[in-house]
């Protein structure tokens, strides 16, 4: 390597600021980079007082986990964290949370996949940039980004099951989906 190309590396490392260099590579969710999306489907049979029924259920999940907490090294000096997710489309979302100082990690779980009238999640299908941005007393320390993958992981159907319920889980079945999902493991 010439002394001149090795000047103009050393030249424009200097005037990077210092803690993105290293802490971005400890930024990301408690449980990684990779997620898996699985659609669920399945029905059961509701034993109700006087009468029986079935209920067919769908549900969507993400695995490891739908909800985590953002990670980050002891270096980094904030009291809040801002996320904001560019998926391949384009699309931007962000959502913020507060720090404990000590913790090194976000006081709340992220909302990555559950999606309901009033929740968004984080994440989308695919590749995810998230671009975070840690800030003190509401002066920015520390920015930069990191990828999430989210894979399909396609459809899983479970096996047929029983529940037992009460007239009133008989007019509303499906309040009971999750229940089966669970008792099912998830269509494992």
């Not at 489309?89 to 976000?106: A, E, F, H, L, V």
Request: proline share 3%; glycine share 6%.
């Amino acid at each position: 390597m010439s002394v001149f190309f090795k000047t103009i590396v050393l030249s424009f490392l200097s005037i990077l600021p210092v803690s993105n260099l290293h802490a971005s590579e400890n930024i990301g969710f408690s449980s990684g980079d990779t997620f898996t999306a699985h659609e669920y489907d399945g029905s059961f049979t509701l034993f109700c007082p006087g009468q029986s029924l079935t209920v067919n259920c769908q549900a969507y999940g993400l695995s490891p986990q739908e909800f985590d907490h953002l990670v980050f090294p002891a270096s980094i000096n904030a009291d809040e964290v801002k996320l904001t997710r560019t998926n391949v489309r384009g699309d931007q979302r962000s959502k913020t949370s507060n720090i404990r100082s000590g913790q090194n990690r976000s006081n709340k779980s992220f909302n990555l996949w559950i999606r309901t009238l009033f929740q968004r999640p984080l994440l989308s299908m695919g590749r995810n940039t998230l671009a975070y941005e840690f800030s003190l007393n509401n002066n920015v320390t520390e920015e930069g980004e990191f990828q999430v993958i989210v894979n399909n992981g396609g459809l899983k159907t479970c096996r047929h099951g029983v529940l037992n319920g009460t007239a009133r889980d008989c007019e509303a079945p499906t309040t009971l989906c999750a229940t089966y999902f669970r008792n099912q493991n998830y269509c494992q």
